[in-house]
T-cell receptor, first 110, second 114 residues
Framework: RKEVEQDPGPFNVPEGATVAFNCTYS??????FFWYRQDCRKEPKLLMS???SGNEDGRFTAQLNRASQYISLLIRDSKLSDSATYLC???????????FGKGTTLSVSS | ETGVTQTPRHLVMGMTNKKSLKCEQH?????MYWYKQSAKKPLELMFV???????ENNSVPSRFSPECPNSSHLFLHLHTLQPEDSALYLC?????????????FGPGTRLTVL
């Protein structure tokens, strides 16, 4: 079983749609969780950290369910500029290896 | 200059060549990383340096040799590579104690091994 699993997509949605990405991780000792965004042929950029209590940043909401070892990212009111690959990232403890999922590709069309 | 910079941005080399990738961070971070991104595969951590000391080597073949002369610079020395080593090599930096997240990635070096 892969350490971090994501549905690769692609997710093709119209502008204004709400879209949700899911991610599962296999190591119950994982401590830190993140979503990164990677545009085509560009480097990954940190989108947001994921906290147990859930957190929101504008149109983006991230949630963590430790019991189910599940992370989600919700994007509301999708924009064309949201088109990218979204990477689920987990680390087992602070300052150690980050484990990346393969990413979920989102394409927002007008 | 700000952020994390990498040179060269593109590199084509033969299997017998020796080349080096360079990374520099201007963020005052104390941890630096090398990652490899191959097509249709997740990002793979290669090396971690905290305070210039290598703290992790993720079973990387010896044809890849990292060097970290100070906390702002990181090199990846390459020799006798194989075609399957062709990939995007990404450098990243973070501040230790910040939850382990490499907050910033460089633009990467796209490497092609012939």
């Amino acid at each position: 079983r892969k350490e971090v699993e994501q549905d690769p997509g692609p997710f093709n949605v119209p502008e204004g749609a709400t879209v949700a990405f899911n991610c599962t991780y296999s190591n119950s000792a994982s401590q830190s969780f993140f979503w990164y965004r990677q545009d085509c042929r560009k480097e990954p950029k940190l989108l947001m950290s994921v906290y147990s209590s859930g957190n929101e940043d504008g149109r983006f909401t991230a949630q963590l369910n430790r019991a189910s070892q599940y992370i989600s990212l919700l994007i509301r009111d999708s924009k064309l500029s949201d088109s990218a690959t979204y990477l689920c990232v987990v680390s087992h403890q602070a300052g150690t290896a980050l484990i990346f999922g393969k990413g979920t590709t989102l394409s927002v069309s007008s | 200059e700000t952020g994390v910079t990498q040179t060269p941005r593109h590199l084509v080399m033969g299997m017998t060549n020796k080349k080096s990738l360079k990374c520099e961070q201007h963020l005052g971070h104390n941890a630096m990383y090398w990652y490899k991104q191959s097509a249709k595969k997740p990002l793979e951590l290669m090396f971690v340096y905290n305070f210039k000391e290598q703290t992790e080597n993720n079973s990387v073949p010896s044809r890849f040799s990292p060097e970290c002369p100070n906390s702002s610079h990181l090199f990846l020395h390459l020799h006798t590579l194989q075609p399957e080593d062709s990939a995007l090599y990404l450098c990243a930096s973070s501040q230790e104690g910040a939850g382990g997240a490499p907050g910033f990635f460089g633009p990467g070096t796209r490497l092609t091994v012939l």
